[in-house]
């Protein structure tokens, strides 16, 4: 049996169905932004592997200091004992995160770390007097993982998990910012959603532990950029009511939109903030959720005055050492311009997809790049096509899209833009 015959039989894949698992590519090697498989063939990865390596693949930074570290300590449990992989990594997380995010808790991937944010935010609660406040406030079509609590402040909907409706916990949703990303504000509450969020607030806060927003780039409940003004106000609703609020930069942290987290595009800072897929550079699952002194002092001044989560594999020093690398690239290297050059050749590569019969919208942020179609795209039918493209695309729901390395040439950045208009006439 070949690997590919094995794969198909046995391995299930993420949102595949195992009895039509669809085209799947051998992926032997990778290097930069290629994709290398077993006959050859290359393939830009235009997704940054699940929009995790922002570097490009086997960074040499990245790739020498897991080597370094393995011949010392490939792990060892964090409860009381530390390393020096986790300081080094802590001390760069401080220096680049929003001021307010004095605390970290290491996590093993994006969805445990929303799960530990929204933990953190009922002990907080409980800890402050208001164990009645267990429940949580969201915006429609977001999403935050795939994990049991995490799905349900995901919209029951485009958060893909509607099938779980009746076992999740109930949440409270808002609708979605109605105003997108580079339009005017317009500061009436009944035309900027701030009307709705306010209503709920106002008559759920006896319940809600903390209002969860992507901020800025909603990720895969529909690929939606919003008016950060939004956050800005939302900030103020959560201190009237004594509600945390917890921005979800999985997706969006570490220079995707152009800014260095999301968090960069308004004037407030979160309680809680959660970060994951791109810290690692896309070498392994890592993740980490910060927070404010008051947040955490609090915790510990309650009962059991100790947080409740305590992961095998947190602060893996391997893991530790990858990101540590990571973010030191971050900040010596150019990303800031690289994602500048990447948002203005996109926007003049992917604006002739306005004409085409069946496309919705067009829009760019960062090294984000949308085309939106009036009718679900097949990923299977992407797939079939990713060979003569040479450009590795994976659509979901209504969206055509890339988020591509920063390391992304001009030259390569063309042909996914000319990917994703073909896949926009084809699909």
Not at 84 to 113: E, H, T
Not at 368 to 389: F, N, T
Request: hydrophobic share 45%.
């Amino acid at each position: 049996m070949t690997p590919l015959e094995f794969d198909r039989h046995h391995l299930w894949h993420p949102y595949t169905n195992v009895t039509q698992p669809g085209p799947t590519f051998l992926v032997r090697e990778a290097e930069g932004v290629w994709l290398t498989l077993d006959d050859g063939t290359r393939l830009i990865d235009a997704m940054s592997s699940w929009w995790s390596a922002i570097h490009g693949h086997r960074h040499p930074a990245i790739t020498a200091a897991l080597h370094a570290q393995i011949d010392r300590l490939a792990h060892v449990m964090f409860g009381g004992l530390t390393h020096d992989p986790a300081v080094d990594l802590g001390r760069k997380l401080l220096d680049l995160a929003p001021s307010d995010m004095q605390r970290i808790f290491y996590c093993d991937s994006g969805s445990v770390a929303v799960e530990v944010a929204l933990k953190m935010a009922v002990q907080y609660q409980h800890a402050a007097g208001r164990p009645e406040r267990t429940e949580f406030a969201t915006i429609r079509s977001g999403y935050h993982g795939d994990t049991w609590k995490a799905m349900s402040v995901c919209d029951p909907v485009t958060g893909m998990h509607h099938l779980f409706k009746g076992a999740l916990s109930i949440q409270h949703f808002a609708p979605r910012p109605p105003i997108p990303f580079g339009a005017e504000w317009e500061d009436d509450p009944a035309w900027n959603g701030l009307g709705d969020l306010r209503a709920l607030l106002e008559t759920e806060a006896g319940r809600i532990a903390a209002l969860i927003l992507e901020p800025v780039v909603q990720g895969a409940g529909g690929m939606y950029f919003y008016h950060p003004e939004y956050l800005n106000a939302a900030r103020t609703l959560c201190d009237a009511h004594g509600i945390l609020l917890i921005f979800d930069e999985i997706a969006t942290g570490f220079g995707r939109t152009g800014q260095l987290f999301a968090t960069g595009h308004t004037r407030v800072q979160p309680d809680i903030l959660c970060l994951g897929k791109a810290i690692t550079g896309g070498t392994m699952s890592f993740a980490a959720t910060m927070t404010s002194d008051k947040v955490a002092e609090t915790i510990g001044a309650g009962t059991p005055g100790v947080f409740m989560h305590g992961p095998t594999f947190m602060a893996n020093p391997l893991a530790c050492a990858a990101a540590g690398a990571s973010l030191g690239l971050l900040q010596q290297g150019d990303w800031r311009a690289q994602t500048a050059a990447i948002e203005a050749q996109m926007r003049a590569a992917l604006a002739p997809a306005r004409d085409l019969p069946g496309v919705r919208d067009v829009r760019v942020l960062g090294a984000i790049g949308v085309i939106e179609m009036d009718h679900p795209v097949s990923a299977d039918a992407a797939h079939a096509q990713c060979r003569e493209l040479g450009v590795f695309l994976r659509p979901f729901g209504h969206n055509i899209y890339a988020m591509p390395p920063y390391v992304t040439g001009p030259e390569d950045l063309d042909r996914i833009c000319a990917a994703m208009l073909r896949l926009a006439e084809t699909l």
